[in-house]
């Protein structure tokens, strides 16, 4: 994701579960991954994808509350939702949710499910949506939480009886997928994952895709038969809108019929007492006044990009997301093309809060002196980040865990370690570093990664394009090293080596810009301490290296 395209969007959602395929995230099989999809995506065309950017994980809500937080920042007009699966104990996740300051939370059911993900992830995955609607509701009622946000859901719907049901359950916003897809063709063939869709929807095969017989008029038809079907229904009940029965689960009753005397409905037909929709605003509690002053302040440059503009701050742990308003500003004038190089340079000292540069532009620079928390350079698409503690220890940590996720373009070059998760899904930014915790790495699409240092285990698990240099000097690094789908091998000292030439531009542009002692010694002793470094790119292609770096 960049910040043109963040910027563009009217709602993001970030998808917790994916409804009837939890745990896939964004699967797709290399064989429809063409050219155009590659482009889009940041990858190579062929490639597997299965963790999209910027998170492959989110350990706890405080990390949901972050990620809500930049993407309210980088676009402060957008609805944030959050999805979540219908399963025993989503009415907690949901309450967590509000309190994480999302505007809508979708609840996600097992029926449904089509794309890309294998026959196995759609099946018998997840509860019907009947269940962790009910329970979402409630749990957000009795929290005194419904009123911050809306409810939707999905899986499965199909008539306007459904729609119906939902809202006496308490949804506001229903959505359908599979009905819709069935009447622009799909037959539910259940091969979407393999490229072959005879009738020309879920395929990038061309020759298939002109058996496609589906338009907006036969859409638009189904969803008007719908609402007319809504409409009725509301009519027999002695209402004139839905907005009328949201949450009247009172409405509900059981039909008689022996099987379902079986079961006990009650927590499903339960009414909490309370307000069933929202209200008001769910803003985040930090209205980030610090940035908005710096982006007052820089505001004439972004309107006027022939000038250049240099601000000095101090900044503390607290300041969190910086960079993130000021490049959901400028993706707003110019999209992902950005500002001119280094239009805005702005001077930091002391220690940054999470998320430092996230979703980063092009044409800014942030050169801090001191220490970053973690998510510093999260999707950044542009632009530099220079982090140089006030005091140089070599060893000593600089930056905190998943660092570089999901980013897209840029630089950044850390005079220290970095924690656990480096670089994970990195799809085209260059970064070097003085050490990684584990499973640096993973799941890169593209780019540059160098370690000037020591990682821990699990490097470039899942990694299917870019390049990495690592300096192993202590010799460990290949028990380090998962080797399923990459391959790491010295670079030789004697040969015209591209890979060479490559590193040492990179350890000098690093040296330039952070004056770290331990490259100064590499760059000093480079053919000896060449020896030291292992050069680590996927086993099925030829690696890109794109030496750009010449400042």
């Not at 006027?304 to 959901?328: C, H």
């Not at 140089?392 to 980013?407: D, H, I, K, P, R």
């Not at 990682?455 to 899942?462: D, E, L, P, Q």
């Amino acid at each position: 994701m960049t910040p043109g395209y963040l910027r563009s969007a009217e709602e993001i959602q970030i998808k917790l579960a994916q409804g009837a395929k939890p745990g896939e995230g964004g699967q797709l099989p290399g064989e429809k991954v063409t050219s155009l999809i590659a482009t889009l995506r940041f990858t190579i065309p062929g490639v597997t994808l299965i963790s999209p950017p910027p998170h492959h994980d989110i350990y706890s809500i405080e990390d949901l509350a972050q990620l809500i937080f930049d993407l309210k920042q980088v676009n402060p007009e957008a609805i944030i939702s959050v999805k979540l699966v219908s399963s025993e104990g989503v009415g907690t996740i949901a309450a967590g949710v509000a309190k994480a300051y999302a505007d809508k939370i979708v609840i996600s059911g097992g029926d449904g499910g089509t794309g890309a993900a294998p026959f196995s992830s759609i099946k018998y995955a997840g509860n019907p949506w009947e269940f962790g609607l009910a329970e979402a509701h409630n749990s957000l009622k009795a929290n005194r939480l419904r009123e911050l946000v809306t409810l939707q859901t999905d899986g499965g719907l199909k008539t306007g009886r459904d729609v119906v049901k939902a809202a006496l359950l308490g949804a506001e916003y229903f959505g359908f997928g599979t009905p819709l897809l069935v009447i622009l063709g799909c037959k539910l063939l259940r091969v979407c994952h393999l490229n072959r869709c005879t009738v020309g929807i879920a395929t990038q095969d061309d020759t298939l895709r002109g058996h496609y017989i589906g338009t907006v008029e036969k859409v638009v038809a189904y969803l008007r038969n719908v609402a007319e079907d809504v409409r009725e229904i509301l009519a027999e009940l002695g209402f004139s809108s839905l907005q009328e029965i949201i949450g009247r689960s009172d409405l509900l009753q059981l039909i008689d019929n022996p099987r379902v005397k079986k079961f006990d409905f009650s927590q499903v037909l339960l009414r909490v007492d309370g307000v069933d929709t929202r209200q008001r605003e769910n803003p985040p509690f930090d209205d980030n006044v610090f940035e908005k002053e710096v982006l007052e302040e820089v505001l004439p440059v972004i309107k006027n990009p022939q000038k250049e503009i240099v601000v000095e701050r101090d900044i503390l742990n607290t300041n969190r997301s910086f960079g993130t308003l000021i490049s959901g500003q400028i993706a707003r004038y110019y999209g992902d093309e950005g500002l001119p190089k280094d239009a805005v340079t702005i001077k930091l000292k002391g220690v940054a809060g999470q998320s430092l540069g996230a979703f980063l532009s092009h044409g800014m620079s942030l050169l801090l002196t001191g220490v970053a928390n973690d998510y510093t350079g999260k999707g950044m698409h542009a632009g530099r980040i220079i982090i140089t503690p006030a005091i140089y220890q070599e060893g000593a940590s600089a930056v905190g865990n998943t660092c570089l996720y999901g980013a897209t373009g840029g630089k950044l070059f850390v005079a220290g370690t970095a924690g656990e998760r480096f670089a994970v899904r990195n799809s085209g930014a260059l970064a070097v570093v003085e050490g990684t915790g584990d499973h640096a790495c993973e799941y890169m699409t593209g780019g540059t990664v160098v370690v000037l240092g020591d990682t821990g285990i699990n490097f470039g698990a899942g990694m299917t394009g870019g390049v990495a240099f690592v300096y192993d000097r202590s010799k460990n690094f290949i028990d380090r090293l998962n080797q399923e789908l990459v391959a790491a091998r010295r670079i030789d000292v004697d040969e015209d080596n591209e890979g060479k030439l490559y590193l040492k531009k990179i350890l000098a542009s690093y040296h330039n810009r952070t004056r770290s002692t331990k490259a100064r010694r590499i760059l000093d002793n480079f053919r000896e301490e060449l020896a030291y470094f292992w050069m680590v790119t996927p086993k099925d292609m030829q690696a890109p290296l794109n030496p750009k770096e010449g400042d």
